[in-house]
């Protein structure tokens, strides 16, 4: 064992002394890898290597993320070496970091072998303590995908929780690749897991036709709906701000139903949160026919009940910046439905109103 | 007593969107609407020409105008001046100077600084002065509750040198101050008046009004608390105040949930002195103190201050004896008024029926303003629905 002494004596300056401090580490690097079936092995590779140098070699490991423009996105050390070492929080020590890492890259690779999904939710459950957030998580996924340089976060098998519902008077298959999802009939079922290549297909019955498919912004509406066993429209909802594979399901059935189904809806809430919703959706489902619920549609029936069907509110100041906000984002789309949803945002700011859609329903 | 007045023109689908605002001025009827763009229809009109034919379309904001305002002046060396001013629904305001040879708007700039085009503006309004000494100015409100007011000289000849050049450069606005919202947490301005005996009232959508005086821009008057309190869905956002010609007096419109109200208070000591209402029972005396059943948007005097129009949700425009507080006349607007069936709208993009077109704006129009039979010796009302119309009035019979 050498004492501080024998390294000073080695060393003629303070770069050469903590040169001679640093240890001898050895790099894993994450590289790109040029096809989605390459993962396993990249990953088994990266975990060999990590295990190697910790167990036999008793070399630390300093792992790396370059990116394609050659900077490195960030470095980690086990067991942590170096100078740059401040802990703020026990998530930002670096060996937390690096249990994160593995572990998700662990059931990445299991996932991927066996060909399962999970989701963020179920991957968060099985280690709570060590992962702390499902926000680790997705920025962990992250991190791999732009490593890896994948196109989709997706291609890694863990995605999101679904959020999105489905209500149909039919069955509806989910076919992705070989395996064959069902949507049941007459059940509310949670939107299904989605690849790229996935086929939507509406069974046909010849006594049941599908008149339209409805988007609703609440699932309070959707059960109401659902409640009454409409058999002619197929319901959907977002449960508010819908994700991202709400609108893909919704994307792909389209593309496969449009010439059957003729009438794709979207009601949400007169607020400037229902039209950024009904905003978010048209993003990528453009076709989608906005029907309210507009301030003059929940006005009317107030006037025809005479009395309060239901409350309109005030907007407040953040309801005021959203409108203004959006009214400039809607403002640059030249097609027939940012029109309408002109429309109703500037009566919502002009009115200084919002109503709920629930109304609209409750009879 | 009772007044009467009779349809002279219509134009229907006159904008693509809601129009917002009506300005008056001698040459135009000023439109500002949600499609983005003002409209000056020609107020002369020959016996058989139509509005339709007759106006002048200028393009201002993608987000579309709520507010429109206009000065209309005799500047020194003769100069008329007339400089349309809009707000958007970005929250910026524009100005617009009407070029009498080439019959179209340019855009001018009277702001000093760019910052102004970041704020969020709602509503703006003129005053003109009739004084040589005394400024012009313009007052503007944004979503925050501030009221801004500039003075606005456009020629100042205070060097005591004669310019006779005709392309002389204006003058921009003068920031005369600021007044923050009457409550610590930011509240919309909904509405803003100046008078000519140096008040200016802004209006709140919490149920507020401040009165100040325009020269120290130091609060005289709070006026608040009307309608009923303390029912959840009770709102009683001010949508309109108006100061009567001379001053005296001040009319505020706002809420009392879904009903509007109008009341009056003189100017002097902040005296509320009465509402215009209508019997909301029949046969009855008036319960609740309601002018329209539906939100009031907007309130308009006579040139002369005795009569006070006012419109409504509940598509009417009705008007008011002020001495009186009596209605004087009630116009019930539907759809189908509008005197080409091609340009009647029964139905908005969304397909919520337009049958009975909210009323969002009406002003007075004074004498001699509009052309037609009795127009010089009668007064008029021009109002503009939800139905993308744009309707012109003039009182029945003269003398």
């Known amino acids: 064992m050498k004492s501080l002494a024998d390294f000073m004596d080695k060393a003629e300056c303070k770069t050469a002394l903590l040169e001679e401090l640093t240890p001898k580490s050895r790099d894993i690097l994450f590289s790109p890898v040029s096809k989605a079936e390459d993962i396993p092995f990249m990953i088994q590779s990266i975990l060999s290597l990590a295990s190697v140098s910790l167990q036999h070699q008793q070399e630390p490991i300093k792992i790396q993320f370059p990116l394609q423009d050659g900077k490195n996105l960030m470095t980690l050390t086990l067991p942590f070496f170096g100078k740059k070492f401040k802990l703020k929080s026990r998530n930002t020590k670096p060996s937390r970091k690096v249990a994160i890492l593995f572990n998700i890259l662990n059931t990445v690779k299991n996932r991927l072998e066996n060909g399962q999904v999970s989701t963020i939710r179920d991957l968060y459950y099985s280690n709570v303590e060590l992962y702390e957030n499902q926000r680790n998580i997705s920025f962990w996924l992250s991190i791999l995908t732009r490593s890896f340089r994948l196109p989709s976060k997706d291609l890694l098998n863990i995605i999101p929780a679904q959020k999105g519902l489905i209500y149909s008077p039919i069955k509806i298959m989910v076919i992705n690749n070989e395996k064959v999802q069902i949507i049941t009939p007459f059940e509310t079922t949670l939107i299904p897991y989605l690849g790229d290549n996935t086929k939507i297909v509406l069974s046909k019955q010849a006594n049941v036709h599908i008149n339209r498919v409805l988007v609703l912004e609440k699932e309070a509406i959707f059960s109401k709906l659902v409640s009454s066993r409409n058999s002619d429209q197929i319901l959907i909802t977002g449960k508010g701000y819908p994700d991202f594979l709400t609108r893909k399901f919704l994307k792909l059935f389209h593309e496969s139903e449009k010439e059957s189904i003729k009438n794709w809806d979207i009601i949400t809430d007169a607020d400037p949160h229902g039209v950024n919703i009904t905003f978010i959706y048209m993003q990528t489902n453009t076709y989608l026919n906005y029907c309210g619920a507009t301030l003059l549609q929940l006005i009317n029936l107030n006037l025809k009940h005479l009395s309060s069907a239901t409350q309109l509110l005030s907007l407040d100041q953040r309801d005021v910046s959203l409108t203004k906000t959006l009214l400039g984002r809607v403002s640059m789309q030249e097609v027939a439905q940012a029109s309408k949803l002109k429309v109703a945002l500037q009566r919502q700011m002009f009115f200084q109103k919002k109503g709920e859609m629930n109304a609209l329903y409750s009879r | ?399």
């Open chain 2, 1 to 399: 007593m009772s007044k009467v007045f009779i349809s002279t023109t219509n134009c229907g689908k006159a904008h693509d969107a809601d129009i917002f605002k009506v300005a008056i001025s001698i040459p135009f009827t000023i439109t500002a609407s949600g499609d983005g763009y003002i409209k000056l229809w020609k107020n002369k009109l020959l016996e058989n020409e139509q509005p339709r034919d007759h106006y002048i379309s200028q393009f201002i904001n993608k987000t579309g105008v709520h507010h429109v305002d206009v000065f209309h002046s005799m500047e020194a060396e003769n100069l008329e001046l007339l400089i349309i001013t809009c707000v958007s629904f970005s929250g910026e305001i524009s100005f617009w100077q009407f070029d009498f040879n080439e019959k179209k708007l340019n855009r001018i700039e009277l702001f000093d600084s760019p910052e102004w085009n970041k704020k969020s503006f709602w509503a703006i309004k003129w005053l003109k002065s009739d004084d040589q000494v005394l400024s012009h100015r313009l007052a503007a409100t944004d979503v925050k509750g501030t009221t801004y007011v500039w003075k606005f000289n456009p020629f100042p000849k205070d060097d005591g040198i004669e310019n006779t050049d005709k392309t002389m450069t204006m003058s921009k606005l003068q920031l005369q101050g600021e007044m923050p919202p009457p409550s610590a947490e930011a509240v919309f301005a909904t509405c803003v008046d100046m008078s000519h005996n140096g008040l200016i009232a802004t209006g709140f959508a919490n149920g507020t009004i401040v009165v100040s005086q325009l020269s120290t821009l130091r609060p005289l008057y709070n006026f608040e608390g009307f309608g009923i309190q303390g029912i959840e869905q009770n709102s009683n956002t001010v949508r309109a105040v108006k100061f009567s010609p001379a001053g005296s007096l001040l009319a505020v419109a706002n809420d009392s949930g879904s009903f509007g109200c109008v009341a009056l208070y003189e100017t002097q000591f902040g005296e509320r002195i009465g509402n215009l209402t209508v019997p909301t029972h029949s046969g009855q005396s008036s319960v609740e103190s309601f002018a329209h059943s539906g939100w009031v948007f907007a309130l308009s005097f006579n040139s002369t201050g005795e009569f006070l129009a006012t419109s409504g949700y509940d598509s009417k425009v009705r008007v008011w004896d002020v001495k009186s507080k009596e209605r004087v006349t009630t116009l019930n607007i539907t759809a189908g008024d509008i005197e080409n069936e091609d340009d009647i709208l029964l139905e908005d993009e969304n397909g919520d029926s337009l049958k009975y077109p909210p009323v969002l704006d009406v002003s007075f129009i004074n004498k001699g303003i509009r052309s037609g039979m009795n127009s010089d010796v009668n007064e008029g009302l021009c109002c503009v629905c939800l139905d993308r119309s744009i309707r012109w009035y003039r009182e029945a019979g003269g003398n």
